[in-house]
T-cell receptor, first 112, second 115 residues
């Protein structure tokens, strides 16, 4: 069935470092793809999205490009800040009947 | 902006109690969802609803029920709380055509501890 896979394990990096979080998907059709961010103690917020192949979503310095040929939607940021410390979830639509499928999430810790 | 409001940020309940978690959205969304979030397990869908008085089981419905009497309100009920239901509970809503770039809007979550 349709699914989303995120890289295993937390990510720890220094301030101003380059961040990449990998996301690959399995889908029978042409899904829409999303990245959500969850700051400590909060719910999830939509960070960016792409609804068709080769679209690039961007927000707050983060970018992700919908790559149909590699079934990927990797999240990148060129220079992270301590305030970017959060959990990041990749998601796909549709899953089942009008639902989103979420990856397991990646904890990102940015050290000053 | 769409707002999804969960009635409590933190709750502490005793084993065996009946627990109600309330969620209200203010943008006339058709779809509403309840998830629980646990370390290492990601988000797991408990129940969802596509319309008033409609409900469908998600991946882990055991021990839970839901109620949707009004379009804007979706309640999660723990019939008899147990310690393994200690978790963060997240409510979300979306318009009918979720995939057209809208995605879900989440509430801030309720951290429930069952003692």
């Amino acid at each position: 069935g349709d699914s989303v896979t995120q890289m295993e394990g937390p990510v720890t990096l220094s301030e101003e470092a380059f961040l990449t979080i990998n996301c690959t998907y399995t889908a029978t059709g042409y899904p829409s793809l999303f990245w959500y961010v969850q700051y400590p103690g909060e719910g999830l917020q939509l960070l960016l999205k792409a609804t068709k192949a080769d679209d690039k979503g961007s927000n707050k310095g983060f970018e992700a490009t919908y790559r149909k040929e590699t079934t990927s939607f990797h999240l990148e940021k060129g220079s992270v800040q301590v305030s970017d410390s959060a959990v990041y979830f990749c998601a796909l639509y549709p899953y089942g009947n009008n639902r989103l499928a979420f990856g397991k999430g990646n904890q990102v810790v940015v050290i000053p | 902006d769409v707002k999804v409001t969960q009635s409590s940020r933190y709750l502490v309940k005793r084993t065996g109690e009946k627990v109600f978690l309330e969620c209200v959205q203010d943008m006339d969304h058709e779809n509403m969802f309840w998830y629980r979030q646990d370390p290492g397990l990601g988000l797991r869908l408990i129940y969802f609803s596509y319309d008033v008085k409609m409900k469908e089981k998600g991946d882990i419905p055991e021990g839970y029920s839901v109620s949707r009497e009004k379009k804007e309100r979706f309640s999660l009920i723990l019939e008899s709380a147990s310690t393994n239901q200690t978790s963060m509970y997240l409510c979300a809503s979306s318009p009918k055509l979720t995939g057209l770039g809208y995605g879900y809007t989440f509430g801030s979550g309720t951290r429930l501890t069952v003692v």
